[in-house]
C-alpha cells in the first residue's frame, strides 16, 4: 500500500482563473493542479461532487501515487482520515494586480478581473464542510484587488483560519493589519530590491517608497508575520550590493523574516537545474548575511528545485563575510552565455 499523501488531496481547495483543484502546487514536468472542476468561472459548488472526486483520487493514491503529484515537495507520509471537510484553501484566482513585475508570465492580464469567491466560502460554511484551524493562501495578481476580499479575511479569521496574503504592498489594508495584529495572519510581500531604481526595473511602477511606507505600517501589527521576499532576477538583481541594501532596508524595517526565491522563467529555461553557478554563490552570501542579521531565511519553490540539483562550488567560508572577494569570486562564476541568451 501506497503511504503518501498530504492534506491538500484530502481537505485542500484551490480556485484557479477557469477551474477548481486540489491545490495550488505546479512542480516537475509541468505536474500538480489535481483538477476537480473544469470551465469554473464562480458557480455555486456541489460540495458532495467535490468530495465524491476526492475520495476516488485518494483511493487512486493508496495504490499508487497519482500522475499530478508525482515527486510533488509537499507528499510525504499521511493518514487519509475520510472527514468530508475543506481546511485549506487557496485563491489563485484574480489576475487584477497594480504592478507589472517582469517576472510575471504572458498568460496573466493585470487588467482581468475574475469572479467572486465569497459567496461560495460562505455556503461551504453554511453546509457545514468548513472546518477550522486551517490556513488560507491569496495570490495573484493582487489579492488586495480581489472582490470582497476584506469580507474573506474577516471570515476566516472569524471562523479560526489564519491567512496569508502575497502582496505587492501598493495597497494597503486595514483588515490584514487587523489580522496580522491578533496573529491570525501573514503577509508576504515582494520587494526584490534594495534600491528605488531596481524596484522600478522589476515592477515597472514607482511605488517604492509607497511600498516601503506600507511595510512599516503592516510591522507596526507584527514585525516575525510579515516577511520580506528577494526574487533572484539573473542581470538585474543578481548581486551582493543590491542584497546589501535589501538587508539595510529589512533592518531598519525590524523584520524577522525574510524568502527567496529564483525567477520562474529563469528556473524552467533550465529546467530546474544547470543554471549559472554564480546563482549558488548569491544564495550562499545572501544566507550568510542573514545570518550575521539574525534574520530568518525562507527558501521557496523554484529556488529549492535549483538547489536540490546543486553540483558546483559553495562560496568558501574564509571569503565569507569579505564584499570585495565575495563580488569577484562570484564574477569568475558568472555564465555570459546563459545571461545573455536568457530572455524574459
Known sequence: ??????????????????????????????RGLPVLLNNYHGEMIDWEYIFNVKAQRVAKQKEKTIFECENCYHLGEYFFSGERKIS???????????????????????????????PIIKDLIEKGYYKSGGEATFQGGEPTCMQNFDELIQLFTQYGTNVRVHSSAIKYSETVYNALEQNKGTIVISLDSGLKDTYFKIKQTDKFDIVCSNIKKYAQASKDNVIIKYIIIPGINDNIYEIDKFFRLIKSFGITTVALDLEIQYARKYNNKDVSNHIFLL???????????????????????VLKNRNMKKLPKYIGKNNFLCSLY?????????????KR
Open 88 to 118: 485549506e484553501f487557496h485563491f489563485s484566482h484574480c489576475r487584477l494586480c497594480n504592478a507589472k513585475c517582469i517576472y510575471c508570465s504572458d498568460e496573466y492580464s493585470c487588467s482581468v478581473q475574475n469572479y467572486n469567491t465569497y
Open 1 to 30: 500500500m501506497n503511504n503518501l499523501g498530504c492534506i491538500f488531496l484530502e481537505q485542500g481547495i484551490d480556485f484557479e482563473f477557469d477551474k477548481v483543484c486540489d491545490c495550488c502546487i505546479l512542480h516537475h514536468d509541468n
Open 283 to 305: 544564495v550562499d552570501y545572501f544566507n550568510q548575511k542573514a545570518q550575521d542579521l539574525k534574520i530568518k531565511v525562507l527558501i521557496y519553490s523554484f529556488l529549492s528545485y
Open 330 to 342: 562570484m564574477i569568475r562564476y558568472v555564465d555570459k552565455r546563459k545571461n545573455i541568451e536568457y
